[in-house]
């Protein structure tokens, strides 16, 4: 195919452009001169138009040598194709117009000659001309619009600061975290750490040792020593019944009993089962650690109190007895029981939950340290205890079914050395009795008629009111009448005249109803109370029975011969031991008491409540009547004139005191049988110690019991206290029915 010719293009201004012969080597495959290079290259725009360009080698003078205008530094900018894409070429032309305008002000042409088009071989078809569309004539100068400034294109994100904003929004992020824990680790800790504490809580209760009950020489009555309870946790243990036999030898509970209590149960009023059931308490130290030795499941031991009582029975009806949690239930237990109980301590701790159930180290803990019980000193002197128990059930063994109180008070101090009642039991296993009356204590509880040992009072009345002397001497009866009640001696006097130890020795009840109508009611009931009767003593014993005195006003006509001879009239055996312990006491009334001091916590002792003490009688009126009550244990003038008492009198000392004979009423009604009884004191011209002795038996064999049981208590006692006998081994002769 012939070459085609191409004839040089002319612009818009009819300058003509071609190529130029300064240009660049010859193309190697046209052989045709070379071009000017990629800067003389036709560029065309997206709408194909040209980039207006200077005129050519004319427009500079023939043939000079071409010189290329020095681009801005956005020509070698890589992204300005895609940017002259973007803005649709306008740019382009922009900048075109710029280059012409700058080229004609400095005189500077630009010629941009075209590559020749290549040649098609010879089989190739030739290549289809592009058409483009008509160009518009070009407008002059003057004509065209301004250039406007170019768009600047968009600058691309530095990473300089991509990086610095990165590294600040990480440290602010990392500031916040460090704040906020901070304020968690200090500020907030307390608050969030006590948000699951009572999940992790263990609360365990440090027993206070119970205070302990010592007689006055500090010989311990009931103590307590440290032990183990055992426990089982039903949840937990799959052959209850292999369990409790494996126990049983070593608890001394039957396996059966053992047997039930690890059954498991709901707790009453929920759903959850129960996982906490006593299965012994009190178990000793050694016995516990041969039972987790055995390593049974859900079995286990903690911490425990256990009461001990070294004498069993020993003044058990006095001192009571506690609960397996050392609550006191009976007795002085029970009365000073918040006394002797202390005020338990208490752990709380965090621990771990499941097989980590231990404490946590350096987790929350707070002990509370238990505050021992105090401890309480009595009058009570153990072994006097002891022989007086022995003593009064040695005679009660005469009787059936019933009941006996002895009461040892010394002189002048009012303390009870001894306080006995019968039946007893052992405060280590209370319930083993025939009825809970049997675990009262009788000297304080047991209310009777106390008979003809009332007279010592109405005499005592009649010496102090002047309505009678030691000498005074008048004829007595054997009956006397009153209200319609005939009242009898048991030695009738016949008339005779009789003495006022005559009186008491041979207990006339016609002479005592006789002194008493001159003394009158008033002065009677004025001092009864005096001597204590008819209010509680205030010993200390809880439920002391405060007795009965019938109102003047209330007397019928019976009433004026019962009343002086102890009938219509109720007290207790302490309450007539103080109203004897005055006349001991030269005539002042000492309150009888049993608590001799407190024991505290740090040993320190405190004295007791101080006794009240009244007077009563004078001196004088107080000798003369102990001198009076000697011929009750003296006089013996031969059959049907012996006195009352011979059978308490004790060798080698002088002993004052009278007998009595009355009734008991329960609930208002009159028991069978008699109360007998003997109260005492010695040595008669100082008494040390006054002795009581109450025995009520329904069959009435009692008579030949409370006598000989306060010879051979009074006996002990003054042999035990080291009390010397008396100077004169006999008493002053009495005559009973003076001439």
Do not use: C
């Amino acid at each position: 195919m012939p070459p085609r010719s191409e004839e040089p293009r002319r612009d818009a201004t009819g300058s003509r452009r071609g190529s130029s012969p300064g240009g660049r080597g010859a193309d190697p495959r046209s052989g045709e001169p070379g071009v000017g290079g990629i800067s003389d290259a036709r560029a065309y725009t997206p709408r194909g138009r040209t980039i207006r360009e200077g005129g050519g080698a004319a427009r500079t003078g023939g043939g000079a040598e071409q010189r290329r205008t020095p681009r801005t530094s956005r020509s070698g900018d890589p992204f300005r194709p895609a940017l002259q894409v973007l803005d649709g070429g306008r740019a382009g032309a922009a900048r075109a117009g710029r280059r012409d305008t700058a080229g004609g002000r400095s005189g500077v042409v630009r010629t941009v000659s075209a590559r020749p088009a290549r040649e098609p071989f010879d089989d190739e078809a030739p290549a289809p001309r592009r058409r483009t569309a008509p160009r518009r004539p070009a407008r002059p100068a003057a004509a065209r619009r301004p250039a406007r400034k170019p768009r600047r294109p968009p600058k691309l994100a530095d990473p300089r600061r991509r990086l610095r904003l990165g590294t600040l929004l990480a440290l602010a992020l990392f500031a916040t975290i460090g704040v906020r824990l901070v304020f968690l680790q200090t500020v907030d800790t307390p608050a969030y750490a006590d948000g699951g504490l009572t999940n992790r809580l263990t609360v365990v209760e440090l027993p206070a040792p119970r205070g302990a009950i010592y007689d006055w020489k500090g010989e311990p009555l009931a103590h307590s020593v440290e032990a183990r309870y055992v426990f089982a946790d039903p949840t937990k243990i799959k052959d209850p019944l292999a369990t409790a036999k494996l126990l049983s030898p070593l608890l001394g509970v039957q396996a059966s009993e053992l047997a039930e209590k690890m059954k498991e149960r709901t707790l009453p009023g929920t759903t959850t089962k129960s996982q906490f059931e006593y299965l012994a308490r009190g178990v000793d130290i050694d016995k516990a650690k041969q039972i987790m030795a055995l390593e049974l499941a859900g079995i286990g031991t903690h911490r425990d109190e256990k009461r001990v009582v070294p004498g069993g029975d020993l003044a058990a009806n006095l001192i009571g007895f506690t609960s397996p949690d050392m609550n006191g239930l009976e007795g002085l237990e029970a009365k000073y029981d918040d006394l002797l109980r202390g005020q338990p301590g208490r752990k709380r701790y965090e621990a771990g939950q499941g097989a980590l159930a231990a404490p946590i180290p350096g987790g929350y803990s707070e002990t509370t340290q238990a505050k021992p019980g105090s401890s309480l000193g009595l009058t009570i002197d153990r072994d006097l205890q002891f022989q007086a128990q022995r003593i009064l059930s040695t005679r009660m063994a005469q009787t059936r079914d019933s009941v006996g109180a002895a009461v040892i008070i010394e002189v002048p101090s009012g303390e009870v050395r001894a306080q006995v009642s019968y039946p007893g039991y052992s405060a280590t296993e209370p319930t083993k009795v025939n009825s809970p009356s049997d675990r009262a204590d009788a000297a304080t509880s047991f209310v009777v008629d106390p008979g003809s040992i009332h007279k010592a009072i109405t005499y005592g009345a009649a010496l102090q009111e002047g309505v009678i002397t030691k000498d005074t001497v008048f004829p007595v009866a054997n009956t006397i009448i009153k209200g319609g009640v005939r009242f009898e001696d048991t030695h009738p006097a016949n008339g005779r005249r009789m003495s006022i130890p005559g009186m008491l020795a041979f207990s006339s009840n016609v002479g005592t109803i006789e002194i008493a109508e001159k003394l009158g009611p008033d002065r009677l009931i004025d001092y009864q109370k005096r001597f204590g009767l008819g209010q509680p003593t205030g010993e200390g014993m809880p439920g002391e029975a405060s007795g009965r005195l019938l109102p003047a006003d209330q007397w019928s006509g019976s009433a004026h011969g019962s009343v002086p001879i102890g009938h219509s009239v109720d007290a207790t055996p302490l309450q007539m031991a103080a109203a004897y312990a005055a006349i001991a006491n030269d005539g002042t009334y000492v309150q009888p008491h049993l608590i001799k001091d407190v024991i505290g916590p740090d040993g320190k002792r405190t004295p007791g409540p101080k006794p009240v003490t009244r007077p009563v009688l004078s001196p004088q009126n107080a000798a003369a009547l102990r001198t009076m009550l000697e011929a009750v244990t003296t006089v013996d003038e031969g059959p049907g004139e012996r006195a009352t008492g011979l059978a308490a009198a004790v060798p080698g000392y002088r002993v004052a005191g009278k007998t009595g004979t009355g009734l008991r009423y329960v609930d208002g009604k009159q028991q069978p049988g008699e109360v007998h009884s003997f109260i005492g004191m010695a040595p008669a011209e100082k008494p040390r110690y006054v002795v009581a002795v109450f025995v009520w038996s329904p069959g009435g064999e009692g008579g030949g019991v409370a006598a000989p049981a306060f010879r051979e208590m009074m006996g002990f006692t003054l042999a035990h206290y080291r009390v010397p006998a008396s100077p004169t081994n006999k008493s002053p002769k009495f005559e009973v029915f003076p001439r």
